[in-house]
């Protein structure tokens, strides 16, 4: 029974952790605008709208099994969240979810008044599908080469 305390103590702790992080969508999204022309502080706040929109369709469909699933040092893959609904972590899913959103986020400063709409949708979906996840499948999924050497994070 204290086990399961913990475990459900756990998850409200990962969910709080998720939303925090969550709240550094809008703050970026303030950065970048305040960076930008008046003029561009609407696609600015649009493209970080859309890397949580796109970037929440590519973790589920692809990027969840490739960070969190059984397979080698390198990329996971087998775990679905679809398939066994039942059996997902999803307060796990979640914070890994906005981690991965906020990770498409950082670059879009860098790509303010530089780039298509349509180019960056790309990008954020690219990011969410396979970058971010196979990285951090290296240190936080089940075998990840980084974290074999010893490599610990938070």
């Known amino acids: 029974m204290l086990q399961e305390a913990l475990s459900q103590i756990f998850q409200i702790w990962y969910l709080i952790g998720a939303a925090l992080v969550f709240f550094m969508q809008a703050g970026f999204a303030m950065v970048e605008g305040g960076f930008t022309r008046a003029k561009n502080a609407g696609n600015i706040i649009m493209k970080n709208t859309m890397d949580f929109c796109l970037g929440t369709v590519a973790f589920l469909l692809v990027g969840y099994s490739l960070m969190c699933g059984a397979g080698n040092g390198f990329v996971g893959w087998g775990l679905h969240p679809l398939t066994d609904f039942g059996g997902t972590d999803w307060s796990l899913f979640t914070f890994n979810l906005v981690f991965c959103a906020t ?18 949708c790309i990008y954020s979906i690219i990011i969410s599908l396979l970058i971010y996840p196979i990285e951090a499948h290296w240190v936080w999924g089940p075998g990840g080469w980084l974290a074999s050497l010893g490599f610990h994070d938070f």
Do not use: D, N
Request: no cysteine; charged share 15%.
């Open 103 to 120: 990770a498409a986020t950082v670059v879009s400063g860098a790509m303010a008044e530089r780039t298509k709409f349509l180019s960056y």
